[in-house]
């Protein structure tokens, strides 16, 4: 069983390095986020109507995810228009274990382990040859990659500790799924002319949209499931794989350049982030 559940993560890396190269070479990143959400936003609504409501005391963390979630998907809007694909992924992922690994040891007291003081320094040094271009340094892109990167620490760390009092892990993602997805839908329907206008203008561009929303929920769904059969640490570790598929999804798709310093520094990135998490 074991065999097949790590390839399943290896297919849910794969899987979320996908829904973001539709969310880079999408034209209208506002309307690919619209479109996105309404998967989402269904399958929320659904599963709330089969789970428990969450404790009173997880309704700060579940307002604090959905807040932090929503900046991220902004920030990585705008990270994309002005970086490559194979850029700006590896440099968001690389960067949110370090700061998540800064944070359990500030605040949480968390011993500081060797294995993981090695993949700090490997991160770091693969974010910084990333964040280099003709050792000139990517001012348009890489600030907006890092201000992703801290979103994703912040709505980690706010639902580690907000599942653990939430009493029911799926309601509490449910709501912050809702909460956070519901502005975007919002929006798509009022930029673009109510539900008519948006769905049937072009129904194969809408289910394409779509698709992307429906591609990062699997995503998700399949690590949970690999939680219950694998430790953690390793499915955390296996999933930062993605910045690898990222980087050939640009090379092979995109036709960005896959330079030697390109790999090496993903490479940094992903062997850095896989020391910090196991």
Same mark, same amino acid.
């Given at each position: 069983? *074991?065999? $097949?559940?790590?390839?399943?993560?290896?297919?849910?890396?794969?899987?979320? #390095?996908?829904?973001?190269? $539709? &969310?880079?070479?999408?034209?209208?990143?506002?309307? *690919? $986020?619209?479109?996105?959400?309404?998967?989402?936003?269904?399958?929320?609504?659904? #599963? &709330?109507?089969?789970?428990?409501?969450? #404790?009173?005391?997880?309704?700060?963390?579940?307002?604090?995810?959905?807040?932090?979630?929503?900046?991220?998907?902004?920030?990585?809007?705008? #990270?994309?228009?002005?970086?490559?694909?194979? *850029?700006?992924?590896?440099?968001?992922?690389?960067?949110?274990?370090?700061?998540? $690994?800064?944070?359990?040891?500030?605040?949480?007291?968390?011993?500081?382990?060797? &294995?993981? &003081?090695?993949?700090?320094?490997?991160?770091?040094?693969?974010?910084?040859?990333?964040?280099?271009?003709?050792?000139?340094?990517?001012?348009?892109?890489?600030?907006?990659?890092?201000?992703?990167?801290?979103?994703?620490?912040?709505?980690?760390?706010?639902?580690?500790?907000?599942?653990?009092?939430?009493?029911?892990?799926?309601?509490?993602?449910?709501?912050?799924?809702?909460?956070?997805?519901?502005?975007?839908?919002?929006?798509?329907?009022?930029?673009?002319?109510?539900?008519?206008?948006?769905?049937?203008?072009?129904?194969?561009?809408?289910? *394409?949209?779509?698709?992307?929303?429906?591609?990062?929920?699997?995503?998700?769904?399949?690590?949970?499931?690999?939680?219950?059969?694998?430790? !953690?640490?390793?499915?955390?570790?296996?999933?930062?794989?993605?910045?690898?598929?990222?980087?050939?999804?640009?090379?092979?798709?995109?036709?960005?350049?896959?330079?030697?310093?390109?790999?090496?520094?993903?490479?940094?990135?992903?062997?850095?982030?896989?020391?910090?998490? !196991?």
């Amino acid at each position: 069983m *074991q065999p $097949f559940i790590v390839l399943l993560v290896l297919f849910s890396a794969l899987l979320h #390095a996908t829904w973001n190269a $539709f &969310l880079h070479t999408s034209e209208d990143r506002v309307w *690919q $986020f619209g479109m996105m959400s309404f998967p989402y936003i269904v399958c929320s609504a659904i #599963a &709330l109507l089969f789970v428990p409501a969450p #404790a009173r005391g997880s309704w700060p963390y579940i307002g604090a995810s959905a807040v932090f979630q929503f900046g991220y998907c902004v920030a990585l809007a705008k #990270a994309y228009k002005a970086g490559d694909f194979g *850029q700006i992924y590896p440099i968001a992922r690389g960067l949110s274990p370090l700061l998540v $690994f800064a944070g359990a040891f500030i605040f949480a007291g968390e011993h500081l382990r060797p &294995l993981a &003081l090695a993949g700090v320094a490997l991160v770091s040094a693969g974010i910084v040859s990333l964040a280099f271009r003709k050792r000139r340094f990517a001012t348009a892109s890489v600030p907006a990659a890092l201000v992703t990167g801290a979103f994703i620490s912040a709505y980690t760390i706010v639902d580690g500790m907000g599942v653990r009092v939430a009493g029911s892990g799926f309601a509490y993602i449910a709501w912050v799924y809702l909460l956070f997805n519901v502005p975007f839908a919002a929006f798509a329907l009022y930029r673009y002319g109510g539900p008519r206008r948006l769905f049937s203008s072009d129904a194969r561009r809408s289910l *394409q949209g779509m698709a992307g929303g429906a591609i990062a929920m699997v995503a998700y769904g399949i690590v949970v499931i690999a939680f219950r059969y694998l430790p !953690i640490a390793m499915v955390s570790a296996l999933r930062e794989l993605s910045s690898i598929f990222a980087v050939l999804i640009g090379w092979i798709f995109m036709s960005e350049k896959l330079t030697a310093r390109r790999i090496a520094a993903c490479a940094l990135v992903t062997a850095g982030a896989v020391l910090i998490r !196991i």
